[in-house]
Antibody
Framework: EVQLVESGGGLVQPGGSLRLSCAASGFTFSSYSMNWVRQAPGVGLEWVSYISSSTGTIYYADSVKGRFTISRDNAKNSLYLHMNSLRAEDTAVYYC?????????????WGQGALVTVSS | DIVMTQSPDSLAVSLGERATMNCKSSQSVLYRSNNKNYLAWYQQKPGQPPKLLIYWASTRESGVPDRFSGSGSGTDFTLTISSLQAEDVAVYYCQQYYSTPPITFGQGTRLEIK
């Protein structure tokens, strides 16, 4: 069974940093591209970042470019999102999501999400 | 960026009746070389992550009931639930993955029971 489990969320002050993790199981993690998608309270879905299976290709939404860094460790079956210079508008549930192929792909599995709250 | 616009924002349908919602993209998401529309539909119930229902505009994901169907091409798409069940109450999102980055989602259609 495919499972994606996020961790690392929490309360952080504006300007602070946080690292989210996504532990994958039930599939060959190294064969799949992965994404982070976020959802602010009561709002819709916003794609945040993409990383290819081999880490050779990485993309970011303009809203997080220069502040967030996506990475993965295929040996540990884990995906990460390093978030710096956090702002109130980054408050959201962050989901990791598996892409079926490349960056031009729908997402067939999602984690349960990790809540990040940016507030003083 | 491709802007995805869903309509209506909310929809109330009686149990057993048909529910229809729409998604319009600001430019075509049809890739002519493979004749595929890079359009997916997701269902999100309260407190849960999104669940993939439909991809390539009309291909039902494994395990999704056949009352869910997707149609359309180019810039205009429709998700239809043929006979609404109580468990279908959710917010439905469309997503384009034709022009990336960024992948973009519609704002969602909230489906309720009348």
């Amino acid at each position: 069974e495919v499972q994606l489990v996020e961790s690392g969320g929490g309360l952080v002050q504006p300007g602070g940093s946080l690292r989210l993790s996504c532990a994958a199981s039930g599939f060959t993690f190294s064969s799949y591209s992965m994404n982070w998608v976020r959802q602010a309270p009561g709002v819709g879905l916003e794609w945040v970042s993409y990383i290819s299976s081999s880490t050779g290709t990485i993309y970011y939404a303009d809203s997080v470019k220069g502040r967030f860094t996506i990475s993965r460790d295929n040996a540990k079956n884990s995906l990460y999102l390093h978030m710096n210079s956090l702002r109130a508008e980054d408050t959201a549930v962050y989901y990791c999501a598996r892409a079926t192929t490349t960056s031009s792909s729908h997402f067939d599995y999602w984690g349960q999400g990790a809540l990040v709250t940016v507030s003083s | 960026d491709i802007v995805m616009t869903q309509s209506p924002d909310s929809l109330a349908v009686s149990l057993g009746e048909r529910a229809t919602m729409n998604c319009k993209s600001s430019q075509s998401v049809l890739y002519r070389s493979n004749n595929k529309n890079y359009l997916a539909w997701y269902q999100q119930k309260p407190g849960q992550p999104p669940k993939l229902l439909i991809y390539w505009a009309s291909t039902r994901e494994s395990g999704v009931p056949d009352r869910f169907s997707g149609s359309g091409s180019g810039t205009d798409f429709t998700l239809t639930i043929s006979s609404l069940q109580a468990e279908d109450v959710a917010v439905y999102y469309c997503q384009q993955y034709y022009s990336t980055p960024p992948i973009t989602f519609g704002q969602g259609t909230r489906l309720e029971i009348k």
